[in-house]
């Protein structure tokens, strides 16, 4: 095969992903504008004051519905804890409004089948419950107060008020500003993801055309014991996503090309997993709350992501759930026809434009107080030549 073919196939496969999923991020990216603009931030950080096993529930519930991109994740947990949340409950509902979204089980879905997004979702309660015992275990109580405190450098932050004011949800659903709001947080969200989910398309592409199956077979022991394959996957999924730079949605398109080239299941969700410890993300945590506990953080993610993984691979695989390597996931990507994608991506196209024509016409007042999160996200983000991702 010459290298323009190759090229050919790289495009292809990366348009076929696109293709595949542009329905579920417009559905999912939809639903968290609406949930931010009736979910008040203030209402969120009093119910995450304490560190107890509610509290931590009531985090991951949260965090769930709150559906939030990887910068604008680490945005929001700098700002309930350093607003008094406890670390356990902060760090619960970072985990759960990556792992535990919407848009993120469909495209998994979509590309890699129902046993993937069970394993993502159900495997975010599991995140969230490793990383509660870990914490508890080796709890710093001096590095986190430290972190609490610490100076950040430049500091001056922006605010802006994305939630519509109302006694209940659907008195705020129902005014007539909602509908401004809901256009604008789903702009807003797109615009810090769409650079990350482009390079997560293109990376997946190339590495299909480019890296033969039996490098990945190699790289993930394909052959070797389940005793060592197993726990070996899950600690090389996370360096995998470390190294590749594209965190949530976007590393969706390359676990479908992991998958596909033999690595374990395990393997692949500890990847998926691995989105908050990409190393960008991981300067973020450094300026947020300095080198020390930018450090702890990476360790406990890295433990978190490599336990639940391992234990997630032992149980779908004791229960017979883990699917087979049969599907030819690059044939899949690469037969366009008129079937229910097509049209689920024109209806959903159409709401996009919709919303997109609604921002355009009411453009954000830069000057209101209030919920700063995603407009410190999208500057990390762009700061490092790319956008923050979700989730």
């Known amino acids: 095969m010459n290298i323009s073919h190759q090229i050919g196939h790289a495009l292809l496969m990366s348009l076929g992903m696109m293709w595949q999923t542009g329905w579920t991020l417009v559905l999912g990216f939809a639903v968290s504008a609406v949930l931010q603009t009736v979910v008040p931030a203030a209402k969120m950080r009093e119910a995450l004051g304490g560190g107890g096993t509610q509290d931590i529930a009531a985090a991951t519930a949260l965090g769930a519905a709150s559906s939030s991109c990887s910068y604008a994740s680490a945005a929001i947990m700098r700002t309930l804890f350093k607003k008094g949340a406890a670390l356990s409950t902060s760090l619960a509902f970072m985990f759960a409004s990556t792992n535990l979204v919407l848009e993120l089980g469909i495209v998994l879905y979509v590309l890699m089948g129902w046993q993937f997004t069970a394993g993502e979702w159900v495997g975010g309660v599991v995140l969230v419950i490793v990383m ?11 590095l986190i107060e430290e ?36 256009a604008q947080n789903f702009a807003m969200e797109w615009s810090m993801l769409w650079k990350d989910l482009l390079i997560g398309f293109a990376v997946g592409g190339f590495l299909a055309a480019f890296v033969p199956d039996a490098w990945w077979k190699a790289m993930f022991l394909q052959d070797a014991s389940p005793w060592i394959k197993v726990p070996f996957d899950a600690l090389i999924g996370p360096v995998v996503a470390c190294l590749t730079f594209v965190c949530s949605i976007g590393n969706v398109p390359l676990a479908a090309v992991l998958w596909a080239g033999g690595a374990s299941f395990g393997g692949v969700l500890s990847f998926l997993y691995a989105d908050l410890i990409v190393l960008p993300l991981l300067d973020v945590y450094r300026r947020y709350f300095g ?13 978190t992501m490599a336990l639940s993984a391992a234990v997630m691979d032992l149980a779908f695989t004791a229960l017979g759930l883990v699917p087979s390597h049969d599907s030819d996931v690059r ?8 079937n229910y994608a097509f049209w689920l991506d024109l209806a959903f196209g159409a709401l996009a434009l919709y919303l997109f024509w609604v921002n355009r016409q009411h453009p954000m007042d830069h000057g209101h107080q209030g919920h700063q999160d995603h407009d410190d996200a999208s500057r990390d983000g762009h700061r490092r030549g790319t956008a923050p991702v979700r989730a």
């Open 132 to 142: 509660s015992l870990l914490l508890k275990l080796v709890y710093p109580e001096a």
């Open 147 to 182: 972190a609490r405190r610490h100076e950040e450098a430049g500091s001056g932050h922006h605010h802006m008020c994305m939630t519509v004011e109302g006694d209940t949800w659907w008195e705020r659903l129902r005014k007539p500003e909602a509908r401004v709001r809901i």
């Open 291 to 303: 080198w020390r506990m930018a450090a702890f953080m990476a360790g406990l993610f890295f433990a």
């Open 331 to 338: 044939a899949q990507l690469t037969t366009f026809s008129l």
